[in-house]
């Protein structure tokens, strides 16, 4: 119930290529869905994160679609760059948990030149 | 503004060893976290410490321990220490209810 299932596990793309990562989970009590980006031998940096009350949120290249009633979430990253190589993590909490955040496994984000 | 700080960065332990984690929050924020991460996986939640007491804990067992200091900084401490301890441990602070957690750097751990 307050697992968060991640995938893909790994996903290569283009330069200029949208990459989608796609999140699910079942506690309906989640009340808060950050995405965090991690690159090697770094801690997670937070992306961007969005509310259950909202469809979709976009800040920059990055946007997050948010489907309620499917309880699914996906991350999806426009006019992706060599940059954007790193390892992505999609999260849920709830406030009640004392800010306690259930990551994803994680998704492994190549983006070739 | 100072970021979450770790250290020390990297630690050699053997087994039934004791280790001690140390981290500082982020300026303003009151509430740390702290998280194991195996390779290749997603952070794991070990415990919170609000006010110098715990508050919430994962599915750790009680050698796992902490502190929260007057400063709001915080150690973690493992004790009796065993080979799939081998981590990078994580520690996240942030504003009693704010959703935003900001990660350090990390502690990487091996126990051989």
């Known amino acids: 119930q307050q697992q968060v299932k991640q995938s893909p596990q790994s996903l290569i793309v283009q330069k200029g290529g949208i990459p989608i990562i796609n999140c699910a989970y079942e506690n309906t009590a989640f009340d808060y869905f950050p995405w965090y980006q991690q690159f090697p031998g770094k801690g997670p940096a937070l992306l961007i994160a969005i509310r259950p009350d909202v469809s979709e949120k976009k800040e920059g290249r990055f946007t997050i679609s948010f489907n309620k009633s499917a309880k699914q979430f996906s991350l999806h990253i426009m006019d992706s760059q060599p940059g954007d190589s790193a390892t992505y993590f999609c999260?849920?909490?709830?406030?009640?948990?004392?800010?306690?955040?259930?990551f994803g496994s994680g998704t492994r984000l190549s983006i070739r030149p | 503004e100072t970021g979450v700080t770790q250290s020390p960065t990297h630690l050699i332990k053997t087994r039934g060893q004791q280790v001690t984690l140390r981290c500082s929050s982020q300026s303003g924020h009151n509430t740390v976290s702290w998280y194991q991460q195996a390779l290749g996986q997603g952070p794991q939640f070990i415990f919170q410490y609000y006010r110098e007491e715990e508050n919430g804990r994962g599915n750790f067992p009680p050698r796992f321990s902490g502190l929260q200091f007057p400063n709001y900084s915080s150690e973690l401490n493992v004790n009796a220490l065993e080979l799939d301890d081998s981590a990078l441990y994580l520690c996240?602070?942030?504003?009693?209810?704010?959703?935003?957690?900001?990660f350090g750097p990390g502690t990487r751990l091996t126990v051989l």
């Open positions: 999260a849920a909490s709830w406030y009640s948990s004392a800010s306690k955040i259930i």
């Open positions: 996240a602070s942030t504003s009693r209810g704010k959703d935003t957690q900001y």
